[in-house]
C-alpha cells in the first residue's frame, strides 16, 4: 500500500490575518491553502484551495470589499468570492509573486513585489524586487510597466503601501526608506539601532517603527525635501518590538513583543493601557475597520480576539501549540503523544509547564492544562535558564485519572542529563464531572532520587485477572527503582475526606537503569526493560518471574509493548537497529528482523528529512473508501517530528487535504437566531452508537415548515397553546397498528380479564386501545416507552397548522 503524510498543523500566526470589513470573517493563510474562521464562535466555516505553491500575501480588493486577493510563489494572483468559496480572476507571471498592492483609482494598476526569473529563494529575509503592474483581464497575465523601483524585503512588516497611494515606506536593517511614487525619489533616514517593524497612520503622513531596544519611533515631516524627519521616541518593551498596528483614525497605536503584553498607546493623552499574559511572543496585530477586534496572533499559533473597548479576550481560535523553542539539544516534545480515553484527543506538551488537548477531527487544540503553575520568563542571551516542564504523561484506562511528572530543565542542557534532575514532582489528576476538568489530587515530591523514566497505569478490562480493583500506577527511574502507586481509600480529615495516592511498593533489579515499563493486556504481567534485559514482574505480589535477554548486549531496549486480543501472548521490543517479538509462552524469541531489510506491508515515499520524536496509533471511527481488512480502516497512525509538525499517514489516494472534510461547501450564510442561543449541534455519539439511536433520532419526517418553525421569529408563530395542543393530539393517534389474532381486530372483542399486553413477548409490537382509566394504570412504564420506540412520529399536523396559519 503506497501511503502519503498528511500534515494536521497549520501554522495559524505564521503570517498576518485579516479581517473581513464587517467584522464578521477572520482570514488566515497558511502553505497553499485560506481558511476562513468566524470572530464569533471561532470556528473554521470555509478552505479556500486553488494555489499550487505557498501563498505569500493576502488582502482586502480596496475596490470591493467583498473579494479577497491572493498571491503565492506559483506566479498566481487570485481574486477571490470569499462567501462562496470560488475563483473571480486569475492572473499569471512569469515569476514568485511575494505581494500584490492595488492602487487607488484604477483596479488595474497595481505594485507588485516579486523575485526574479532565475531565484528560487522562498524566504521573507531575501530581496524582492518592487516594481509597476498592470493587470490584463484579457490575457490573464502581469505585464510590467517600467524598470525595478528598488529592492525590498517582501514581510508585510518592512514595506507598505500609504494610505492615499502617494508613497512607498519600507526599512532594512537601521534605514526608514520613502519612495515617491509620483516623482520617483527615494529618501533614506537612518538610525543607530535596527527598526524591526513599521505601520502608516491611515489619516496623516506618520510612520510608527519599532526596534530591536523596544523603541517606538514616530516619524513626521519626511516628505519635505532636505530637511531631517522629526522623531518622536515611545518606550515600554524590554524586548525587541515585533509588531505595531495603527487604529482606523490613528488614534491609538498597538504594540507587541516577547513580552506577550499588548500595549495600547492612547496617542492624544499619553497614556498606555495593557493586557498582559497573552501566553507567548506577540508576533503580528490586527484591527478590524471599526475597531470592534484586535487580532494577535501569539507565536504558539494562537490567535487571541479582543475586545479593545473591554480590553478582553472574547474569542480565540487555537491550533497545535508550539512548545518552548529554547530546548536546543533534546526534543521539544518530552511527553510524546498520549491519547486520552476520555476527550479521543492527542495530548502532548504546550507552553512550558502545561498540557495541550489537540481534537485530530477539529483539527484544534481545545483545552490547555496549566500543570505547574509557573510565569513564563523571556530570556534572549545564552546564559542557562530553567523552567519546569511535564516530562511524562499516562492516562487511566477509564479517562478518570491522569498522572504527570514535571522536572525542572535547563534550556542550555540536554533533558537526559541526569545532573540536571533538580526537583520533581509527580501528579494525580481526578477527572470532576462538574467542571468536566481534571482537578489536582495528590502531589508526591519526589517520587524518586533519580530521574523518572517510564510511568504507566495498569489496565483494567474483561479479560483483567486482578482481584484488587483498585487503580495501580508504577513509575521507573533511572537509578532501576520501580515503584508501585495506589489508590487509598482511607479518607483524610485535612483532604476534605477525599481519598489520595500512596506507595504500595519498591522493587529493585541490579544497578541498571530502567529504560521503559508496560502492562500486558490482562494486568498478569508487568514488564521493565533494563539496558538489554526485559525483566516480567507480577504486579500484585511485586516478583519477578522471568528475565528475557536480548541477543546484541551492545544495545539496549529502548521501547516495549505486549500484544492485544488474540496476539496478548506476545511482546514486542525494539532496540536501536532491530525489532524484537518474544512468545511469552516459552518465553523464545519468535522471530528478529531490521525494518530496512523486512518486507514491509505499506510504504511512505518523498517524506521530509525531519527526524521522528513520537508516534502513536489513534482509533478512529471506519474510514470510507479503505478496504475493511486495512490496517488503517479502525485506526490511524500519527507522529510528530522534532519541528513540531503532527502528521498522520494515509493512502495515497485519499484527499490531500483532510482538513477541507471539516468545512463546508456551501455559501457563509448567516446563524439562526436558535444557534445564536444555543451553538452548533455537536454530535458527540460513537460511530457504532449512532446506528442504533438512528432509529429514533432520524425518524421523524422533517419539512420546510417544520424547519421554519425553529428558525423563525417568535411574534410571527402561532400561540404554544395552539401548538401544544395539535402536539398532543397527534402524539395520541396510533400511527402503527400491529397485525392482530384472528377475531380480534374489533376492540369490543377483548375481556377485561385477559391482558392486552404480553410483557413476556418483547418481539411483538404493543398497541394501546385505551378505553377506560383502569386498563390504562395496568400498563407498564417500561412498555409504554417501548411502544413509543417502536412508533415512527409524524410531523404532518404541523405543516396543516402553518398552513392553516399563513392562510388566516
Known sequence: MELQAIKHNRLLTKNPLLISKDSKYIFCYCRNIIQIFSSNTGQAIRTLVGHRNTITHCLLNPHNFL????????????????????????????????????????????????????????????????????????????????????????????????????????????????????????????????????????LEDCIATGDGQGKIILWRRYRIMNEEPIQLELHWHAHPVLDIQYNIDGSCLLSGGSEGVLVVWQLRTETKHFLPRLGSSIVHINSSSNYSIVAVSLKDNVIHLISPSEMAIKQSIQGLHKACELYQLSSPVPTGLVYDPRSRAIVLNSIPGSLQFYDIHSHKTTKVMDVVGQNYVVSHSNKSTSLTDVTHVAFHPSGNWLATVMNVIS??????????????????????????????????????????????????????????????????????????????????????????????????????????????????????????IVTLW?????????????????????????????????????????????????????????????????????????????????????????PSDSWLFNQRYYFITNSQDLYSLEPEDRQDDIHDESTTNTGISEE???????????????????????????????????????????????????????????????????????????????????????????DEEIVIKPQNDERMHQLQPMEIDRNLDNTEMNFDWMDELVNKFQCN
Open 411 to 532: 534550556m542550555i542542557e540536554s533533558r537526559n542529563n541526569k545532573d540536571s534532575v533538580a526537583e520533581m514532582k509527580l501528579k494525580f489528576w481526578e477527572f470532576s464531572e462538574v467542571t468536566q476538568s481534571y482537578t489536582l489530587n495528590t502531589t508526591v515530591e519526589p517520587p524518586h532520587s533519580k530521574f523518572v523514566t517510564a510511568i504507566v497505569f495498569r489496565p483494567e478490562n474483561d479479560t483483567s485477572t486482578i482481584t484488587d480493583p483498585l487503580p495501580m500506577l508504577v513509575t521507573t527511574d533511572s537509578g532501576g527503582y520501580i515503584k508501585t502507586w495506589l489508590l487509598d481509600l482511607k479518607c483524610d480529615s485535612i483532604r476534605d475526606d477525599k481519598p489520595s495516592w500512596t506507595c504500595y511498593s519498591v522493587s529493585h533489579y541490579r544497578d541498571s537503569p530502567a529504560t521503559t515499563a508496560d502492562f500486558s493486556h490482562d494486568s498478569s504481567l508487568l514488564g521493565v526493560a533494563y539496558d538489554e
Open 672 to 762: 439562526s437566531p436558535f444557534v445564536r442561543i444555543f451553538g452548533e449541534f455537536e454530535d458527540t455519539l460513537p460511530m457504532n452508537d449512532r446506528s442504533q439511536a438512528s432509529d429514533l433520532t432520524y425518524r421523524a419526517r422533517y419539512s420546510k415548515n417544520v424547519r421554519e418553525v425553529f428558525i423563525g421569529a417568535s411574534h410571527v408563530l402561532p400561540s404554544m397553546t395552539t401548538i401544544c395542543a395539535q402536539f398532543v393530539k397527534s402524539s395520541l393517534e396510533a400511527t402503527a397498528i400491529a397485525d392482530l389474532p384472528d377475531g380480534q381486530e374489533n376492540g369490543n372483542d377483548y375481556s377485561d380479564s385477559e391482558s392486552e399486553i404480553d410483557s413476556a413477548n418483547s
Open 538 to 626: 507480577d504486579p500484585s505480589k511485586n516478583e519477578i518471574q522471568k528475565t528475557l535477554s536480548h541477543l546484541i548486549k551492545s544495545e539496549n531496549v529502548r521501547h516495549m509493548a505486549f500484544g492485544r486480543k488474540s496476539c496478548s501472548h506476545l511482546l514486542t521490543t525494539t532496540t536501536n537497529r532491530l525489532l524484537y517479538v518474544w512468545n511469552l509462552l516459552s518465553c523464545t524469541t519468535l522471530y528478529v528482523f531490521s525494518p530496512d531489510e523486512s518486507k514491509s506491508i505499506a510504504v511512505l515515499r518523498d517524506f521530509s528529512n525531519q527526524q521522528i520524536i513520537s508516534a502513536m496509533f489513534v482509533p478512529v471511527s471506519q474510514a470510507h473508501n479503505i
Open 67 to 202: 473579494q479577497l486577493i491572493s498571491c503565492s510563489l506559483d506566479g498566481q494572483v487570485i481574486y477571490w468570492d470569499y462567501d462562496a468559496g470560488t475563483q473571480l480572476k486569475v492572473f499569471n507571471a512569469d515569476c514568485p509573486i511575494w505581494r500584490v498592492i492595488p492602487l487607488p483609482g484604477d483596479e488595474s494598476a497595481a505594485i507588485v513585489i516579486k523575485s526574479s526569473k532565475k531565484s528560487t529563494s522562498t524566504k521573507k529575509d531575501g530581496l524582492a524586487h518592487v516594481i509597476r503592474a498592470k493587470l490584463s483581464l484579457e490575457d490573464k497575465k502581469i505585464a510590467y510597466v517600467g524598470n525595478t523601483l528598488f529592492s525590498v524585503k517582501p514581510n508585510t512588516k518592512y514595506c507598505q503601501l500609504s494610505p492615499d497611494g502617494g508613497y512607498i515606506a519600507s526599512i532594512a536593517k537601521k534605514s526608514l526608506r520613502i519612495y515617491d511614487i509620483k516623482t520617483g525619489k527615494l529618501s533614506k533616514f537612518t538610525r543607530r539601532v535596527r527598526l524591526t517593524c513599521l505601520t502608516i497612520h491611515p
